[in-house]
């Protein structure tokens, strides 16, 4: 099986310290596209609701006149999510509460490039 | 279009972040041309939603359009910002005068006169108000000067909208007059009327306190007025903060839209909105109870946490400034809605 566009970049994304899995998830419906996620991580719970909560995120944003939003990050007690978004596709991340968001947030940005 | 105005405009279209639209502003509003001197400051307004004098503008623009209303609260938002201001006391005086509320006029006028003791038109209104109370000589305020000079003599509710600039060139051209003509009658605009938006500019503006912490007092006042919880923490600063409820109603705080609006309300409902959908997800996540939510738009950055009494806050930054400073901010703003729910309940 050949690898798909984004297999690099989430390689490179998981990489990162803290950093436990990231996937190419659809916006619209929470399907992964591709992943590459340790072993434990729930890629489907992930990628859905990551896409449920950008969805309503981007729309809550429009709605109340912030423009389009480009990057999410929902925080908690043992880790947090990430998500960029370009057109209908998302790149996200999950990671440990020790991650460097920082970090990954640059590496996020940077890699939503392959979204187109 | 004057020198003056036109030398302002081209300076506030060089920098647009500046503070000449106060001076542009005011002149526009000499002028007679409060639609565009309404414009103005509102624009000024969206890049300095903390700045007192600018809410002393729009209040002395809005007195022009025969919005006493508005003018009120608006100078009411200027004592939050700054509470010594002198002018904005005066001018809440003016309102409540020119609505009948004489009693009040008179309390207002008394804190202006507490707050700038040198200012002889406030002294003037003052003597005049409580004299239409029938208050005691006694009552009067020491150093009253006489005779005071008064402009025509204008019933106040049939002061056309626009004709505070008219007014003003009247009283310019109209001689000297003793007091008891304006002690005649409560109906009448006694000289302050028209110096209150004269020299509204001219008050000095008391510097807004930075309170590490919120005493007592401040917390009752901030309850009075709490579209102004998070003022002296947002500053100057292209942010701001609203406290919601559990249900996403607005508890405290404000969110000026780019017309002058306070759109809270539809901010806060929407945004609260994603709380719930955080919640579902650290249900399934096993990541434990989230803490912040943070979304960077093109134009702003936004954080919500969770707040006391199961609330939300939401603070929201121009997309220019720093997360890590944003997030302090917030981390400012949740101490204060802490104190803010606490006091309330």
């Known amino acids: ?116 | 279009m004057s020198d003056e105005v036109r030398r302002l405009s081209d300076e506030l279209a060089r920098d647009p972040a500046s503070l000449v639209f106060l001076p542009l502003g005011e002149a526009l509003r000499r002028q007679g041309q409060l639609d565009i001197a309404l414009k103005v400051a509102v624009r000024g307004l969206e890049r300095h939603p903390h700045n007192a004098d600018a809410h002393d503008l729009l209040a002395r623009i809005a007195v022009d359009r025969g919005e006493l209303e508005r003018a009120f609260d608006e100078w009411d938002m200027v004592l939050r910002f700054a509470p010594g201001h002198a002018g904005a006391k005066r001018g809440m005086g003016f309102v409540c005068f020119r609505q009948g509320r004489l009693e009040d006029a008179e309390r207002y006028l008394a804190e202006a006169l507490e707050a700038d003791g040198g200012d002889q038109s406030t002294v003037a209104a003052l003597a005049t108000v409580r004299r239409s109370l029938g208050r005691p000589l006694s009552e009067m305020p020491a150093h009253a000067p006489t005779p005071v000079h008064v402009p025509p003599v204008v019933p106040a509710r049939q002061v056309p909208r626009e004709s505070t600039a008219d007014a003003e060139q009247t009283r310019d051209a109209a001689p000297a007059q003793p007091e008891s003509r304006a002690a005649s009658s409560t109906r009448e605009e006694p000289a302050w009327l028209t110096h209150t938006l004269r020299t509204g500019e001219a008050s000095p503006a008391a510097p807004a306190p930075r309170p590490p912490d919120v005493g007592p007092r401040d917390r009752e006042a901030l309850s009075r007025n709490p579209r102004a919880l998070f003022a002296d923490l947002i500053g100057d600063a292209d942010q701001t903060a609203l406290l919601l409820d559990a249900d996403g109603f607005v508890l405290a705080g404000a969110y000026l839209a780019h017309d002058g609006r306070d759109v809270a309300q539809e901010v806060g409902a929407e945004l609260s909105g994603v709380s719930d959908e955080a919640q579902r997800a650290m249900r399934h996540l096993d990541l434990g109870d989230w803490s912040q939510i943070i979304v960077e738009t093109e134009v702003a950055s936004v954080i919500l946490a969770p707040a006391a009494l199961g609330g939300l806050l939401l603070v929201a930054a121009d997309r220019a400034m720093p997360l890590g400073s944003v997030r302090r901010f917030l981390d400012r703003a949740l101490a204060r809605g802490r104190i803010f729910v606490g006091g309330d309940a």
């Open chain 1, 1 to 116: 099986m050949s690898a798909t566009p984004f297999a690099d970049t989430l390689a490179l994304l998981t990489r990162q310290r803290g950093v436990l899995g990231s996937m190419v998830v659809s916006e619209a419906d929470g399907i992964i596209v591709d992943s590459n996620l340790q072993i434990g991580v729930k890629g489907n719970v992930v990628a859905a609701l990551a896409a449920s909560l950008y969805r309503k995120a981007r729309l809550s944003a429009q709605a109340a006149g912030l423009g389009t939003a480009a990057f999410l990050q929902l925080e908690a007690q043992r880790g947090r999510v990430c998500a960029v978004g370009r057109g209908d596709l998302l790149l996200v991340t999950v990671a440990e509460s020790r991650a460097n968001v920082g970090l990954i947030r640059v590496e996020l940005m940077r890699a939503a490039e392959v979204l187109g």
